[in-house]
């Protein structure tokens, strides 16, 4: 029995209007909103987050926001407060996503500002790291990886590194129908496991999820999630309709 509750979370990225993810999310919370054996997040966009959070109400199933700014507030135009998100019922937040990363050109440090401004408002971060093709191909994926999540997890105290979720995400396998072989996500995932070791010992470590992201669905999923060190996925693409979400989310369960 794994020291780790499976966590299935679905990034729905710039999709579903509020009235859309309404919908969904009723679909979900009705098909897997009372149990209680996998944790279950769903991520819309700002704008779907309250409705969503109405929804959401009595059910096991938990909110998240897709990213937030590391300020409290101030004169940051088109910014949203950690205090903002916490005030809607969100109680995780993607940060560090390869789209942001590359479109948005956030670097490791301002990704870092965010984890420990998620932390100490009691948001549990979902770190995003992983190579992109170029990366992989030259053999510096686990160099690439290191460097985000050493610096992601910079100043994070040991007390509060359990609440952080790492999300190993390939940048080349996501919504491109690629997925990662069992083998090099569960290499990566290890190898992700060893440094959270070295930086907040064993004890810690086992404790903490690394999920795995990019282009999961139901037919590839039982057999990522079986991986010793891969703790549930960030799903993009198949988060968006419930039937297969639920069914990641049967496929979590299953595994436990
Ligand atoms: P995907 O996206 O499942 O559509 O590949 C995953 C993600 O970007 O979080």
Known sequence: MSLRKKLIAGNWKMNKTAA????????IVAAAGKQNDVEVVVCPPF??????????????????AQNMHP???????????AGMLRALFVSHVILGHSERRSYFHESDAFINQKVLAALKAQLKPILCVGETLAERESGSTLKVVQT???AGLEGVSKDLAT???IAYEPVWAIGTGKVASTEQAQEVHAFIRSLLVKLFGDAIAQKVR??????????????????????????GGASLEARSFVELVTAAIAIK
């Open 210 to 235: 690394i999920l795995y992201g990019g282009s999961m669905k139901p037919a590839n999923a039982p057999e990522l999630l079986a991986q010793k060190d891969i703790d549930g996925g960030l799903i």
């Open 71 to 81: 300020e409290a507030s101030g004169a940051y135009t088109g910014e949203i407060s």
């Open 20 to 27: 859309d993810g309404v919908a969904l999310v009723a679909d």
């Open 148 to 150: 985000q999540l050493e």
């Open 163 to 165: 609440n952080v979720v």
């Open 47 to 64: 704008t779907g987050l309250e409705s969503a959070a109405a929804k959401l109400e009595g059910s096991t199933v938990k909110l998240g």
